[in-house]
């Protein structure tokens, strides 16, 4: 006669039971990695942008600091306008801060970025990881991956690059 050999129900109990407290403990710490990673992922690019535009002003300086200019050469592709302190404010003709829109906002970024930029738009939609919109004179980026309302702010009178992560 053969003896089937497997597992007790109590053990397998035991086992549930273990994986069901590591399942309690875990899954928090996985939300909170995810939610870390996305503000990672808000900070580096806030940072990379402000680079970006701190690169055009060193560009301009090198350039003789001629006040508000179109097209600084030697930045990217020579698109990036400027304004008389030097901090870009637009790549389609816009030299005056006072004056930017948030298509000029979405144009920077993609000046400024360039080709590895995250994707941004004036208007929600898929693909796209910062909308796009303008309040008080400064662009604002808003994350879109999560509901948070995390964004990134540019001042383009100042040059400041600042974040906001709830």
């Given at each position: 006669?053969?003896?089937e050999?497997?597992f007790?129900?109590?053990?397998?109990?035991?086992?549930?039971?273990?994986?069901?407290?590591l399942?309690?403990?875990?899954?928090?710490?996985?939300a909170?990695?995810?939610d870390?990673?996305h503000?990672s992922?808000?900070?580096?690019?806030?940072?990379a942008?402000?680079?970006?535009?701190?690169?055009?002003r060193?560009?301009?300086?090198a350039?003789?600091?001629?006040?508000?200019?179109?097209?600084?050469?030697?930045?990217?592709?020579n698109?990036?306008?400027?304004g008389?302190?030097?901090?870009?404010?637009?790549v389609?003709g816009?030299?005056?801060?006072?004056?930017?829109?948030a298509?000029?906002?979405?144009?920077?970024?993609?000046?400024?970025?360039?080709a590895?930029?995250?994707?941004?738009?004036?208007?929600?939609?898929?693909?796209?990881d910062?909308?796009v919109?303008?309040?008080?004179?400064n662009?604002?980026?808003?994350?879109?991956?999560?509901?948070?309302?995390?964004?990134?702010e540019?001042?383009?009178?100042?040059?400041?690059?600042?974040?906001?992560?709830h």
């Amino acid at each position: 006669m053969k003896r089937e050999t497997g597992f007790t129900l109590i053990e397998l109990v035991v086992v549930i039971v273990i994986l069901g407290i590591l399942a309690a403990f875990a899954l928090p710490r996985f939300a909170r990695l995810s939610d870390a990673a996305h503000q990672s992922s808000v900070k580096g690019t806030a940072s990379a942008l402000g680079s970006a535009v701190a690169l055009v002003r060193s560009q301009w300086t090198a350039n003789g600091a001629p006040g508000a200019m179109q097209n600084v050469q030697g930045f990217g592709e020579n698109v990036v306008d400027v304004g008389a302190d030097g901090w870009p404010t637009g790549v389609s003709g816009n030299t005056d801060p006072a004056a930017i829109t948030a298509t000029d906002c979405a144009q920077l970024w993609g000046a400024l970025l360039q080709a590895n930029g995250p994707k941004v738009s004036t208007t929600a939609g898929t693909g796209i990881d910062y909308l796009v919109s303008l309040s008080g004179g400064n662009c604002y980026f808003t994350y879109q991956a999560t509901t948070a309302g995390d964004y990134i702010e540019y001042d383009p009178n100042t040059g400041a690059v600042t974040t906001l992560i709830h």
